[in-house]
């Protein structure tokens, strides 16, 4: 890519050299006109100064000056030539009188023509004299400025990289910031015309500052999170190896199952929030039916279901709920929501799963009857990490929800929870209709 500098270098000589030669054009009409006009009185002083003159008729004309540029010619009352200076230029026989421009074969010609006593006296110019006269005028105006095009460029070049050295300090700026050192640009100590682009990277900066805050609290809240459960599973590592009895070793390994069970699941959900995080991987959205999708998703979790005694199914499935995103990542948020309803609803419970079309929207809902939540912790559990008071002995990692957010968010959709008619919770996740639908 061509420099800013080489640009406005060019574009600018470019420009006046196109000014110049207007300017030029401008001038060479202007000095043809201005020479007409003193050449044009130049021709009939010299016409009527010849009024003063005895022409003789003769059969031969006289032969004038040869480097006079005005051509000489007397005619009597009859017509016939008494004096002519160029007898070789060709001029035609009648002359109207006055000023006139005439066509030859040689070029035009420009003739004035008088009446005195009988006698027509014609004097007559050409016109390429004017007109090289003109350029001469032209070229002497504009010789000086393309003499010092040169010198222009040099000031110019000299000229831009000054006005662009804030550029230069900017990009130092930027040069010294580090994933540790993030702070805004002065925006006080650069031009007007750059201040649009400071603000875009100061917006950048404070951007990438938030998110790269937002991944070390990740890593340092998921290596919390993971400690945890780490040292659990060497505690039971140890009470199996310390087991004396069959009894005691069946309950020790079975306490290490269930640990080493909870342990993959969260390192499954914290994967699962990294690659749902916008820019760690590219969703191919197509036309999704969320109808199929509920479906697939109770199916998915109707062994768990079995297990814990909970009525799961689906209350309504439109067909005509089709949204466009990501069928992998929607598996995902919904498989996360039936998930989360069945570990919360005690046993002989029930959890409902629908999607319909609403006021030209489609949306996914899941209502369950278990404990439900407080409605001022709404926000609050979408939080990474984040586990509500007297849930100790749940299993859950505290990413289920953040996954639910990240993936709507990317889809546009926004999430949102209510009671359910039942008592328990109920949660909604709204998509705008697919533009194929």
């Avoid at 100064?49 to 006079?68: H, P, Y």
């Avoid at 060709?90 to 008088?114: C, H, I, N, Q």
């Avoid at 929030?273 to 109707?302: I, K, M, N, T, W």
């Avoid at 799963?353 to 709404?378: M, R």
Wanted: net charge negative; aromatic share 8%.
């Amino acid at each position: 890519m061509r420099s800013i500098r080489r640009n406005l270098l060019v574009a600018l000589l470019g420009a006046m050299f196109v000014v110049m030669m207007l300017g030029g054009w401008a001038t060479y009409r202007a000095a043809r006109d201005e020479a007409g006009v003193l050449f044009d009185y130049q021709l009939r002083q010299i016409a009527l100064s010849l009024r003063d003159q005895t022409f003789q008729s003769s059969a031969e004309a006289l032969v004038g000056d040869e480097s006079l540029d005005y051509v000489i010619r007397v005619w009597d009352r009859n017509g016939l030539t008494m004096y002519f200076s160029r007898p070789h230029q060709s001029w035609p026989e009648l002359t109207k009188l006055g000023y006139s421009s005439v066509d030859t074969r040689e070029g035009e010609w420009r003739v004035f023509a008088t009446q005195f006593h009988g006698l027509t006296i014609a004097v007559a110019q050409p016109m390429r004299v004017r007109n090289q006269l003109a350029a001469d005028a032209a070229w002497s105006t504009l010789k000086p400025f393309f003499v010092l095009l040169p010198v222009l460029g040099l000031f110019i070049w000299v000229l831009v990289g000054r006005g662009l050295q804030p550029l230069a300090r900017l990009a130092r700026l930027v040069q010294t910031r580090t994933p540790d050192s993030l702070d805004s640009l002065n925006e006080a100590e650069v031009p007007e015309e750059v201040k649009p682009l400071v603000y875009s990277l100061n917006g950048l900066l404070a951007r990438l500052k938030s998110a790269l805050d937002a991944q070390r609290a990740f890593v340092a809240d998921a290596a919390h999170e993971l400690r945890t459960p780490l040292t659990a599973l060497q505690l039971q590592v140890q009470l199996v190896e310390r087991a004396t009895s069959s009894e005691d070793r069946e309950s020790a390994l079975g306490e290490l199952k269930n640990g080493l069970q909870r342990t993959t699941h969260a390192v499954q959900q914290l994967l699962t929030l990294a690659r749902q995080e916008p820019g760690a991987a590219e969703y191919r959205f197509a036309p999704v039916s969320l109808a199929e999708l509920v479906r697939h998703s109770v199916l998915d979790h109707e062994r768990l279901a079995e297990d814990r005694r909970i009525d799961l199914g689906v209350t309504l499935a439109d067909e005509a709920a089709v949204v466009s995103g990501d069928a992998d990542a929607l598996h995902i948020l919904l498989s996360n929501l039936v998930g989360n309803a069945l570990r919360y609803t005690p046993a002989c419970g029930r959890v409902d799963v629908s999607c319909a079309l609403e006021k030209g929207h489609a949306f996914l809902e899941v209502a369950d009857t278990g404990p439900g939540i407080p409605a001022t912790e709404y926000e609050r559990v979408f939080d990474r990490f984040y586990r509500r008071s007297g849930n100790d002995g749940n299993t859950g990692s505290g990413l289920g929800l953040s996954i639910v957010r990240t993936i709507a968010d990317r889809h546009g959709a926004q999430v949102s929870f209510l009671a359910s008619d039942s008592g328990g919770l109920r949660a909604r996740v709204v998509f705008p209709i697919a533009e194929d639908d």
